[in-house]
């Protein structure tokens, strides 16, 4: 996957997971993907890529609930 990753520029974060474990664990079919996960162990899953105005509602969301 990193060689795909470098081959084609890909600049959003990636984990390695060339078992799929991780994939399997969180339920991601594919990237990009993002797994939010709260205080309380609760996951919210999101395909596709987010931007910074689209990630801030999720961050903010469990930050609060942190605080």
Do not use: C, K, N
């Not at 594919?30 to 395909?47: K, L």
């Amino acid at each position: 996957m990193i060689d795909f990753i470098d081959r084609h520029g890909l600049s959003f974060p990636s984990i390695d997971d060339r078992t799929g474990a991780v994939f399997a664990r969180y339920g991601v079919p594919f990237q990009p993907a993002w797994v939010f996960i709260d205080g309380s162990g609760e996951r919210t899953r999101v395909q596709g890529s987010l931007d910074a105005a689209s990630l801030t509602p999720y961050v903010e969301q469990i930050v609060g609930e942190a605080t």
